[in-house]
């Protein structure tokens, strides 16, 4: 399954972070979404054979890569208190006839 | 940009009755129309998703229909369990090659009382 490093994270207003991601086995595209408390997911970036095919309304402070495993890594640079939320990554595969999108455990940052 | 509405925000049933969540979405070209449910502290979980060619699609005790014209769609769930209870979000994508981004509604806590 898809699955995210570290499950918590707890920075100070400034810092940076990085969030990592492994793909589902076979998938070759990673979208990453920000939740915060009490609300549905919001799309931040997708990624296709290393390349960035979509991104959401989010300031430049956020940035992505894939690497040539399909893995990601989510940075988010001059942390804000509003920063803090649930970081998801979702997994899929495109070209394949298939639309759906497999969502990781996610990555719990607290911005203090 | 897309925008999808969904209610209600909170539901709660007792154990065997049914539960239903609907939700509206904006953009006409949207094609694709996932169901989430996420338990606390858990990661959502893809629960049922139907296609913008298929009126509805039924998987055991759950059910999802889409009405293209009213560009809304609907979360049905029947004899509801305990284990139901979670918070639900629909979605809507514009499946392409490009680009086929998740928007989400805000969620429907779902409480089923034994």
């Known amino acids: 399954g898809v699955t995210q490093s570290p499950t918590h994270l707890i920075k100070t207003r400034g810092q940076q972070v990085t969030l990592r991601c492994s793909s589902q086995?076979?998938?070759?595209?990673v979208s990453w979404y920000q939740q915060a408390l009490g609300q549905g997911p919001q799309f931040i970036f997708q990624?296709?054979?290393?390349?960035?095919?979509g991104r959401g309304n989010f300031p430049d402070r956020f940035s992505a890569r894939q690497f040539p495993n399909y893995s990601s890594e989510l940075n988010v640079n001059a942390l804000l208190l509003g920063d803090s939320a649930l970081y998801l990554c979702?997994?899929?595969?495109?070209?394949?006839?298939?639309?759906?999108?497999?969502f990781g455990p996610g990555t719990r940052l607290t911005v203090t | 940009g897309e925008n999808v509405e969904q209610h209600p925000s909170t539901l709660s049933v007792q154990e065997g009755d049914s539960a239903v969540i609907k939700c509206t979405y904006s953009d006409s070209a949207s094609n694709y129309f996932p169901w989430y449910k996420q338990e606390l502290g858990k990661r959502p979980q893809l629960i049922i998703d139907?296609?913008?060619?298929?009126g509805e699609k039924k998987d055991q005790r759950i059910a999802v229909t889409l009405n293209k014209t009213a560009k809304h769609f609907s979360l049905h769930i029947t004899e509801t369990q305990p284990e139901d209870s979670a918070v639900y979000f629909c979605?809507?994508?514009?499946?392409?090659?490009?680009?086929?981004?998740?928007?989400f509604g805000k969620g429907t806590l779902l409480t089923v009382n034994p």
């Open positions: 990624y296709y054979e290393k390349e960035e095919r």
């Open positions: 979702a997994s899929s595969s495109t070209g394949a006839g298939t639309y759906e999108q497999y």
């Open positions: 139907i296609r913008s060619n298929v």
């Open positions: 979605a809507a994508s514009i499946y392409n090659r490009s680009n086929y981004k998740l928007t």
């Open positions: 086995s076979g998938h070759n595209t």
